[in-house]
Each structure stands twice: as C-alpha cells, then as structure tokens.
C-alpha cells in the first residue's frame, strides 16, 4: 500500500460525514451522537484492548523519551499559546495544546508506520504513553474547567478514573497485561467488533462537525490559530523528536521511527474530547482535518530523508 492510500480512506470516510451531514441524513445531532458514541463505547473498547494485549516488559526507553520530550514540549508551548497569543479561554487551551502535539497513533498511524517502518512495535509504545500519561493530563484539566466555579476539587479529580470510560477503559487494560487475564471468547468478540467502529464513526463525526452550524460555528477560528497549530504539529514536534534523538544517541532505525511517530497529524480525539466537554470544538475539527491532509507530504519528506 502506497503513502497516499493510506489517507484515501479518512478523507473519504471525512468526507461522507460531512456530505451524510449536509443532506440531512443523520439528522441535526448527528455530530454530537456520533462523537458521545466514539468518546463513551468504541473508543474505550479500542483502548482497552489495545493495551491488554501489549506487553508492559521491553520497552524501547530512550526512543519513548526522546518522543515524550517532543510531545511535552510542543502540547505545553501549544497550551500556554492558545492564551497569550489568541487569547483562548482556560477551558480552551488543553484541547488547543492536544491540537497541537497529540498525535493519530492509532487508526492513522499503524498504516503509515507499517508502510514507512515495517514495524508498529514502537507505536505500540506511543499508544501507552498517550493513553496512560497525556489523555489523563488533558482530561483532568478539562474535566477541572468543567466546574462552574472552576475549582479543583481533589474528590472529583480522583474519581475521574472511575467518572471517565477513556481513562478507566486505559487502566483496566494495563490491569488485564500486567496481570495475563485473558477476556472470555464471547466477550473479546464483542468488544472487537465494538473497537472496530471507533475509528470510523470518529472520522464521520468529525467531517459531520465540519457541516454543523453550532456550536462550531459559534466559534470563530483565526487562520493564524490554524497555521501555528499545524507548524507545531508537524514540524516542530519532529524536529524537536530529532534533536532529542540525538542528543540521547539513538541509532538510525530507532531516530526515524521517534521522528515518524512525532510527524503523525493530530488525532481526531481532539475533536471528540473538545466535544464531550464543549470547548475548542472548531480549532480541533479544522486542526484534524488541515494535518491529516499536509502530513502526507511531511511523512514522506521525513522517510526521505532519514530512511
């Protein structure tokens, strides 16, 4: 499979959302349904499964660090820019910061990893570490911002696990590996087919939001907010994996994968997490999209030039 079949299908199954969307064939909510569907049933069921399957022994841990070191980097530059540059509110800013340095490891990135490396076992990698350390940052931030009055309440931070599918669907995975309990027949079935839906339904929801008139378009998104983020995301965030996969000695084949994984667009959770809490909803749709289509050039750059 060639680089540019693997995008065909997300902007194709982006495309019938928002066309299924325009002509009224999913109805007005569409998005919304659609979006609390991935966020609280298949996306957890991916999850899940995922990482029971992973093994939690062998890690590559100079590799992940150099890739974490971009990662942190580029959100947290993203997150505190989203203020001071585009005056983006306190509940706005970990989805602009996710935007801008949380990357598609799954549905997009096995292909292209596949078809650029040869070997998904460090995307493995990234899965966990965006699952078990990110997505908890981000969603505790938001689920904070949530509060009316703004507080941190240490009650609600620590249910959060237990309150959030995305998180406890993580953790209970992690359980399932570290521990070698293996789900019944009927049961991995299950959540299989349910895991399978979660990227495509998010692909469909998000083209869905792209037609919707609100709250997304209540939102206006400034086509500098736009170029920042997808500067960020895919060529910041590679450079800065390059040089810290440099700086700690990684051999060739280890340097091109840190870089590969950091150049992958943003992943379309933005757009479900900016959804599910009602914030940043437009920076994250139009984010997905604009990186998802330039990333092919930049992968292919990279493969080139390190490959």
Known sequence: MSLVATFVPIWILTAVGYA????????????????????????????????????????????????????????????????????RQPGERPIWGMAAGYVNSANLGIPIVTQVLGDVSFLAEVVLLQALVVTPVILVALDRHSDPAGRVRVRRIASLPVRNPVILASLLGVVCSAAGLHLPSAAEASLTLLAGAAAPTALVALGASLHTTAPARAEPVRPTELAVITALKLAAQPVIAYAAGLALDLSAPQLLAVVVCAGLPTAQNTYIFGQEYGVGEAVANRAVVLTTTLSLATLAAVAALLG
């Open 20 to 87: 299924a969307c325009r002509w009224g064939l999913l109805g007005e909510a569409a998005a919304s349904v659609l979006g609390r569907f991935v966020f609280h049933l298949a996306m957890p069921a991916a999850l899940f499964l995922a990482l029971s399957r992973m093994p939690l022994s062998g890690f590559a841990n100079r590799p992940l660090l150099a890739f974490g070191v971009s990662t942190a980097v580029v959100l947290g530059f993203g997150w505190v820019g989203a203020s001071r540059l585009f005056g």
